[in-house]
């Protein structure tokens, strides 16, 4: 029945191309938007993790809840044994101290409210890969009286390097505490609401201008997004046993993970509308192939042939095309994925952010497979109906069509 099958494939060959053209185009573009989606979410991902957040962040236990009013309220002493405990993980590649404030930044010609962090600079060279320095450079350990300041600031305020700068804080008892700061960078991060009002110091000069020596969170940079999971579990015991909580970058990324969401659905309709496509356009091809071999069919039928014989045979030649459709469009989209990525398609900034990007088409084993089912599985499914009418027209009916 296989060998039967193919010759009436190839009997037909204007017919079987133009059904074989549906499918193949159907399971290529599947492969190619479902791998755009997926390095977009992807540069975004690993732009989020270097550039804020890491992948994950330990706090004083009631933080993350209410630590962004009063950070203050949830200081705690960086313990050297604790840290050197999570770096001695394999997995671990970066443990960092940061201390949040509130302050306000003035360069003798206005004031402007800020977030600002204190940082431990040579270990946020390590996590902070994706942070885009547009002028001057990075905060040093010699730099006691540096500041970075992010892109919105510098243009609101029309700063640039060199620039000398007064930062005022409030303490924790309420005195008002200064501190006079020369801008050594520019940076611009994913984010360009965070880009509007931050700024970032040394560590020990932002505990000086609260006058508390403690941290507010320890950042955790892993060697691979994909071990977030497993260090958390290992790493969460200990981390509640202090009385502190652990929190890992996707509970922090709100925009991330929003953006994730709005990108799976827009995918799965996608996804229904290629499916549609595909199943119609087999459909109509199969029909139409089909009415011009009602002839055959009762011929096959007068012979001795069965319905269901006539059936299974149908269904078998088109399981067969769509079996060589899905994997001849699977070999297409991987060809032009491959040549896509290569080229590269330049981006403009997504939504709240302004770095531009190249995105590319990344080749994953079951966005590959997935497509491949669905190609195959909408021509099994387009030739039921079509089949089983076929197979139930009267053999007199039939035989008289060849007349």
Not at 150 to 164: F, I, R, S, T, V
Request: hydrophobic residues 45%; aromatic residues 8%.
């Amino acid at each position: 029945m296989l060998k039967l099958a193919a010759r009436n494939l190839f009997r037909q060959r204007t017919r079987t191309g133009l059904t074989l053209a549906v499918i193949v185009l159907g399971v290529t573009g599947l492969i190619l938007s479902a791998g755009f989606i997926n390095d977009t979410l992807l540069q975004l991902r690993e732009s989020t993790i270097h550039s804020q957040l890491g992948h994950l962040q330990i706090y004083k236990d009631g933080f993350f809840a209410n630590g962004g009013r009063n950070p203050y309220t949830f200081l705690y002493e960086e313990d050297p044994s604790f840290v050197a405990g999570i770096r001695r993980d394999p997995r671990v590649e970066v443990v960092t101290a940061r201390l949040f404030f509130f302050g306000l930044l003035s360069n003798g010609h206005g004031d402007l409210p800020i977030i600002g962090e204190g940082v431990n600079p040579d270990k946020e060279s390590g996590l902070g890969s994706a942070i885009n320095m547009l002028s001057g450079r990075t905060l040093t350990a010699a730099d006691a009286g540096g500041i970075l300041i992010g892109e919105g600031l510098a243009q609101a305020m029309k700063l640039k390097p060199g620039d000398h700068l007064t930062l005022l804080v409030n303490t924790r008892e309420g005195a008002l505490n200064t501190g006079d700061f020369n801008v050594v960078g520019v940076f611009r991060t994913f984010s360009r609401e965070y880009d509007a009002r931050a700024v970032r110091i040394k560590l020990q000069a932002a505990q000086d201008l609260i006058a508390e020596p403690g941290i507010n969170s320890l950042v955790v940079l892993l060697k691979s997004t994909d071990l977030t999971d497993a260090v958390a579990a290992s790493l969460g015991p200990t981390v509640r046993a202090r009385g502190l909580e652990l929190r890992s970058w996707p509970e922090l990324a709100d925009f991330y993970t929003s953006t994730e969401a709005l990108f799976k659905r827009q995918f799965g309709v996608l996804q229904v509308i290629i499916l549609a496509l595909v199943l119609l356009g087999v459909a109509n091809s199969i029909s139409m192939t089909l009415h011009e071999r009602v002839a055959e069919l009762g011929t096959m039928r007068a012979l001795g042939r069965r319905e269901k014989d006539v059936f299974v045979q149908l269904v078998i030649e088109y399981s067969l095309l769509g079996l060589v459709g899905a994997a001849v469009g699977t070999l297409v989209g991987v060809l032009l994925a491959v040549v896509i990525s290569a080229i590269g398609i330049p981006m403009p900034p997504p939504p709240n952010s302004e770095e531009p990007f190249t995105a590319r088409i990344s080749i994953e084993l079951l966005s590959i497979c997935y497509a491949f089912a669905v190609g195959f599985v909408a021509t099994v499914l387009a030739v039921l109906w079509p089949a089983w009418r076929a197979q139930r027209v009267p053999i007199a009916d039939a035989l008289r069509q060849s007349q």
